[in-house]
């Protein structure tokens, strides 16, 4: 008799559902224009975000398409996938709070402006989110 638990994604899976997240955010996108380039409903691609349901490879192809990236964006970095040649750049083999952090909203937001601060100032925001972290943590104990 099939047992009646829960199963859980599979961690390759969650982590191409929030690569398809973080490239989707980057454009812009919502679930429902995706879905409907797609020919699937918005809460399909929710599935697919969170790694619930897989996505095909053909799928995969076509969400490539309209995210304007090769199939191997999805995998960078991904668990188990080899990393990449030295002297090549790859946006993997970074911790999964970065990869999840990167996949939300928030993150993305926060790349895109990022980038725009002087040096200086970009500085003293890490040094703030350190010090501030810290003090977090040290709550936390």
């Known amino acids: 008799m099939p047992s009646a638990e829960k199963k859980t994604p599979h961690p390759t899976d969650v982590h191409v559902g929030n690569r398809v997240r973080m490239r989707r955010l ?5 679930q429902e224009k995706l ?13 697919y975000e969170k790694g619930t349901n897989r996505v095909s490879a053909s799928r995969l192809q076509q ?3 309209i995210l304007q990236v090769p199939v ?3 995998f960078e970095g991904a668990p188990g996938v080899a990393a990449a040649p030295e ?12 990869t999840e952090f990167l996949a939300s909203k928030r993150g993305v937001e926060f790349a895109q402006n990022f980038g725009d601060l002087p040096p200086d100032v970009a500085s003293s ?13 040290k709550r936390k104990k």
């Not at 980057?26 to 919502?30: E, P, R």
């Not at 002297?87 to 970065?98: A, D, I, K, L, R």
């Open 26 to 30: 980057m454009l812009g996108m919502s």
């Open 87 to 98: 002297g090549e750049t790859s946006s993997g083999g970074f911790p999964q709070v970065v």
């Open 125 to 137: 925001i890490v040094d703030l989110v350190k010090t501030v972290a810290e003090e977090a943590r």
């Open 63 to 65: 969400i490539s398409h």
């Open 35 to 47: 879905g409907e380039a797609l020919g699937v409903t918005f809460q399909q691609v929710q599935k």
């Open 72 to 74: 191997p964006f999805f």
